[in-house]
């Protein structure tokens, strides 16, 4: 059984950062895409960003364009996201995820999700 367990979520105020990380307990776990979802209250289940198995070709929300950025190790089969500019609207769980290809996750599909890590911007 896969498990991906997330970490680094936390209170910031508006325009601060946060750096969230997802661990994966399977090696060949490497060989998947990789990505983000997200789900305010009261709010839809919301794709953020996915990555390829290599760690190249991220795809992002319009909504965090330019403000997040999504890597990957293999190595150590943990995958970050570096939230700057945060603002109240990015309030959140945070969930990890991954799937065979990244259009899965593109899709707002995932095959094995996180138990997620709260996120809450102040304003």
């Known amino acids: 059984q896969v498990q991906l367990v997330e970490s680094g979520g936390g209170l910031v105020q508006t325009g601060g950062s946060l750096r969230l990380s997802c661990a994966a307990s399977v090696r060949t776990f490497s060989y998947w895409a990789m990505g983000w979802f997200r789900q305010g209250p009261g709010k839809e289940r919301e794709f953020v960003a996915a990555?390829?198995?290599?760690?190249?070709?991220?795809f992002y929300a319009d909504s965090v364009k330019g403000r997040f950025t999504i890597s990957r190790d293999n190595a150590k089969t943990t995958m970050y996201l570096q939230m700057n500019s945060l603002k109240p609207e990015d309030t959140a769980v945070y969930y990890c995820?991954?799937?065979?290809?990244?259009?899965?996750?593109?899709?707002?599909?995932?095959?094995?999700r996180g138990q997620g890590t709260q996120v809450t911007v102040s304003s």
């Open positions: 990555v390829s198995w290599r760690g190249s070709n991220p």
């Open positions: 995820a991954t799937a065979p290809s990244r259009e899965t996750l593109l899709k707002n599909e995932y095959t094995y």
